[in-house]
């Protein structure tokens, strides 16, 4: 395109902003160069925000780890968390969580675990999420038939922490969840069926359109 | 999701409680999947949760499978579509035929012994299996979970809640129509809001809540 052609049009100051000094190939590759340099401080800090996550979970559940079992259970039943899921999130029955409320022996390690649960609660809590308990019983995305508490029952924390306090939607859902199983496309979503409330006001389940 | 019908990866999955576990649930309502000895048979609760209730009370005949005796297979999808399997009961395989339907009444509900009550994934697989002997349609237990969650919830909720006010001195008649009440109310919207998994925790601490206060008010407490 040559300046005389766009003489009178307007077209000149088009022109002189598409061919400033450096020319649109050499932003372009500016533009690479950052979007490249961009990628690797995004993955070295979500790296070093997992490690961080890890340790603060830790101290968490050093910190409860001094309350007594029954007091501990009690206090997880208070913020709305069902006995099945913190025996599903523990990795023991519910007739054992029943068992400990009753004052029944706990080992050490399952000490350790309901500490460590009611540690990460504290830490969502400081993630900005209003209700830790409501948040871990959703599932992970739409029409995915996976929660957040079942990747927790699944000891992978890790993950958990990821999504917690991503309220910029940064954390890409389908590469998570592949590392969390390369076949939950088949095992955890139903293009079949769906639910629907039916006349009477029950859950019924029918064909997708 | 993969359109077969599911084999545990782990036979207590299916398992809320076995055996002596049971009577820690010893007021939890009567549900899908519950094990009953009933003289001397043994016997399935197969309905749809909501297919045993009007309402909050069962209906006066329950459909039921005999149980009996029965190898565990190691692939659930591959025949047998008659039974549900029941496997690691108290040291046996046992199997629900679905082939070999009784009619309980409530008297022989309330007075059998319930040696088995299945998990929420318990639950799925069975109705996933009686859904699939019924019409030959294999529905995801996933699917089944979000249809069933609600009832299910409720059932734990109910059973607990019971269990703590009884002990504290509550009629069971009384802690019964309290707790109805109470998830009545405002056309059943505390129970509607149980099949959401967003606020299932709020109706938990508000029932937490509930026994604390209507203890209070009764003098229990």
Redo the contacts between chains.
């Keep these: 395109m040559r300046t005389s052609d766009l003489e009178g049009t307007g077209g000149i100051r088009v022109f002189e902003r598409l061919a400033p000094e450096t020319g649109v190939t050499v932003q372009a590759r500016r533009a690479d160069d950052l979007y490249r340099q961009a990628t690797i401080l995004h993955s070295e800090v979500a790296e070093h925000r997992r490690d961080l996550g890890v340790a603060e979970l830790e101290d968490a559940t050093i910190a409860h780890a001094k309350t007594d079992v029954t007091t501990l259970l009690a206090d997880l039943r208070s913020l709305g968390i069902s006995w099945r899921q913190i025996a599903s999130a523990v990795r023991v029955s519910v007739p054992a969580i029943q068992k400990w409320r009753r004052g029944e022996g706990v080992s050490p390690a399952n000490h350790v675990a309901l500490a460590k649960l009611r540690g990460l609660i504290d830490l969502l809590s400081a993630r900005s999420i209003d209700d830790p308990v409501s948040w871990l019983e959703m599932p992970v995305g739409l029409d995915v038939k996976l929660s957040r508490l079942d990747l927790l029952s699944a000891q992978r924390t890790d993950l958990v922490l990821e999504l917690a306090g991503d309220e910029y939607s940064t954390v890409s859902l389908e590469p998570l969840l592949d590392r969390f199983d390369p076949d939950w496309r088949s095992k955890y979503r139903d293009d079949a069926f769906e639910t629907f409330r039916d006349a009477e006001g029950i859950v019924g389940i029918r064909p997708r359109a | 999701?993969?359109?077969t019908l599911e084999t545990p990866a782990d036979p207590?999955d299916l398992y809320?409680?076995r055996g002596d576990?049971c009577e820690?649930f010893a007021l939890r309502p009567a549900f899908t999947g519950d094990v009953l000895q009933v003289g001397s048979q043994i016997f399935q609760l197969v309905q749809h949760p909501?297919a045993m209730r009007r309402g909050s009370e069962l209906v006066e005949r329950q459909v039921a499978s005999e149980v009996e005796r029965s190898p565990t297979p190691k692939d659930w999808a591959r025949g047998n579509y008659k039974r549900a399997f029941l496997p690691n009961m108290e040291g046996q395989e046992l199997a629900a035929r679905f082939d070999l339907l009784e009619i309980l009444t409530l008297d022989q509900i309330e007075g059998a012994q319930r040696i088995a009550i299945l998990?929420?994934y318990g639950v799925n697989l069975l109705m996933q299996r009686w859904v699939y002997h019924n019409a030959r349609v294999i529905?995801?237990t996933?699917?089944?979970?979000?249809?069933?969650a609600?009832p299910y919830?409720e059932a734990?909720?109910v059973g607990?809640l019971m269990m703590d006010l009884v002990e504290s001195g509550a009629t069971r008649a009384d802690s019964s129509k309290a707790i109805e009440g109470w998830l009545s109310e405002n056309d059943?919207e505390r129970r509607?809001r149980l099949?959401t998994?967003?606020?299932?925790?709020?109706v938990?601490?508000d029932m937490?809540h509930l026994g604390d206060q209507w203890l209070s008010d009764q003098g229990l407490r």
Excluded: I, K, W, Y
Excluded at chain 2, 142 to 148: E, Q, R, S, V
Excluded at chain 2, 197 to 202: L, Y
């Design positions: 999701m993969t359109a207590s809320l409680a576990e820690g909501c998990s929420q529905v995801p996933g699917t089944f979970n979000d249809a069933l609600g919830e734990d909720l607990d059943h509607r099949e998994p967003q606020f299932r925790s709020t938990r601490r937490s």
